[in-house]
């Protein structure tokens, strides 16, 4: 069977100057499903190593993507084109290769909803049935997912090179990345120190903001984590309905070790793995301990800034009564089993509204705080709406998207597109989406979809 084109990414195709490959949906087809290469592509399956639920594998590398090359986008910057699911690779580990249709239309929603709601992460820019089954449990139809990265260097691929003690080839790794994603450290005194506080800091921020969130990215391993500071590889990752701050979805982690509330202590842990890979380069182990003693002071102050800022708030986070009135919340959405997203937009439409106290006590304390400041109840709501998503990527609308996709019915994956790609308007004809599952709906398990 011919390959067909699910979704194509226009408006991404036209920022990275590839408006022209469209000429027809059977034409993009065979373009991203590896049927045929664009011109000038040299694909390239890439290595690395990687710390897995904190046990190293010396060798991973793509063992079903291909990285057809890079493009320079409108912008002037440079993004790697691959596909996933094409087929097997030198990495593939006696797999197939191949990717069945639900992980192709789990990443390709999540990562543009992400990007809606102005996370760094990778994009979509296809997805494309390829009329083959693939074998897994069961016969499933396989999908090729068409991913746009800035780079597709990942602390794991460091580790690779560190652990063979190729301190040449990691050199020049350490290089590439810092012309690719920080040319200005370049000419820098000590570029390698420099260019590892500059991960550390775009890690720090994304954390943050996924939190912030509710966002669970479920497989934080070393090879899952990307220098580029983006989010990168979405496998059994989870937005929150009620809030649980160890809230696990991943099926494979038995032990929580990524669950929401260790995100922080996972990626200062993933850091470390990078400084002892750096510590080849550059010596000055004091130095980079001390980068990795500012991490969870620095999360915290990026974390309580964006959490005050949900609450209409205006600081920075650093007050100690702010941040007690933002724990107090979120133990109350904890306690009561409330969902994370609808609560907030719910406290922001109570912001004038006097009588009963929907959240109880810490309401009452939420609305003294508010008294303090200088803004009239419907700038504070316009504030918090402006942060506080009404549509997010909800595990069981996501799971409709992709038995429909399997079906043959696209209708709930497109509706999903269009609903996610404006995360904070209200849109009345797609209220359904805003919806909390109800009780025979709810996703309590993601999977990895290898």
């Given at each position: 069977m011919a390959p067909s084109l699910l979704a194509w990414n226009a408006p991404l195709a036209d920022e990275l100057g590839l408006a022209d490959l469209a000429t027809s949906d059977e034409a993009l087809a065979e373009l991203f499903s590896g049927n045929r290469l664009p011109d000038g592509?040299?694909?390239?399956?890439?290595?690395?190593?990687?710390?897995?639920?904190?046990?190293?594998?010396?060798?991973?590398?793509?063992?079903?993507?291909?990285?057809?090359?890079?493009?320079?986008?409108?912008?002037?910057?440079?993004?790697?084109?691959?596909?996933?699911?094409?087929?097997?690779?030198?990495?593939?580990?006696?797999?197939?290769?191949?990717?069945?249709?639900?992980?192709?239309?789990?990443?390709?929603?999540?990562?543009?909803?992400?990007?809606?709601?102005?996370?760094?992460?990778?994009?979509?820019?296809?997805?494309v049935q390829t009329g083959e089954q693939v074998y897994r449990e069961l016969p499933l139809p396989g999908g090729v997912f068409t991913r746009v990265a800035s780079s597709h260097v990942r602390i794991g691929t460091f580790e690779y090179f560190a652990s063979r003690s190729d301190i040449d080839s990691l050199k020049a790794l350490a290089d590439f990345a810092i012309q690719r994603h920080a040319p200005a450290l370049a000419d820098a005194e000590r570029p390698y120190l420099e260019f590892f506080s500059h991960v550390l800091n775009a890690q720090l921020s994304l954390v943050a903001h996924w939190m912030d969130l509710g966002f669970i990215h479920g497989v934080m391993n070393t090879d899952n984590t990307s220098v580029s500071g983006e989010t990168i590889d979405y496998g059994p990752c989870a937005f929150m309905d009620e809030f649980n701050a160890s809230k696990v979805f991943s099926s494979i982690d038995h032990h929580g070790r990524y669950a929401f509330d260790q995100q922080p202590h996972i990626i200062l842990w993933n850091l470390t793995r990078l400084a002892e890979c750096l510590l080849l380069l550059d010596d000055g182990k004091e130095d980079f301990e001390a980068e990795l003693g500012r991490v969870l002071p620095l999360f915290e102050t990026r974390y309580f800034a964006r959490l005050v800022r949900k609450l209409g708030l205006q600081g920075d986070g650093e007050d100690a009564a702010d941040r007690q009135l933002v724990r107090d919340w979120l133990a109350h959405l904890q306690t009561h089993a409330l969902d994370y997203t609808v609560s907030f937009r719910e406290l922001a439409d109570r912001v004038a509204i006097d009588g009963d106290p929907r959240f109880g006590e810490v309401e009452l304390a939420w609305r003294q705080r508010l008294l303090k400041q200088p803004r009239d109840p419907s700038e504070v709501r316009e504030a918090m709406n402006a942060v506080n998503p009404r549509f997010i990527a909800r595990n069981h609308q996501v799971e409709r998207a992709i038995q429909g996709a399997i079906d043959g019915d696209l209708s709930v994956f497109n509706e999903l597109r269009e609903v996610l790609a404006k995360p904070f308007t209200e849109q009345p004809a797609f209220d359904a989406y805003a919806v909390p599952p109800r009780p025979e709906e709810r996703v309590t398990r993601t999977f990895c979809g290898t």
């Open positions: 592509a040299e694909p390239i399956a890439l290595a690395y190593a990687g710390h897995q639920f904190g046990y190293f594998a010396a060798q991973l590398g793509d063992g079903r993507a291909v990285l057809l090359g890079d493009v320079l986008d409108k912008h002037g910057r440079r993004r790697d084109i691959q596909l996933k699911g094409s087929g097997q690779t030198p990495f593939s580990r006696r797999g197939d290769g191949r990717s069945s249709l639900g992980p192709v239309i789990r990443e390709y929603l999540l990562s543009e909803a992400m990007h809606a709601l102005g996370v760094p992460t990778t994009r979509a820019l296809a997805a």
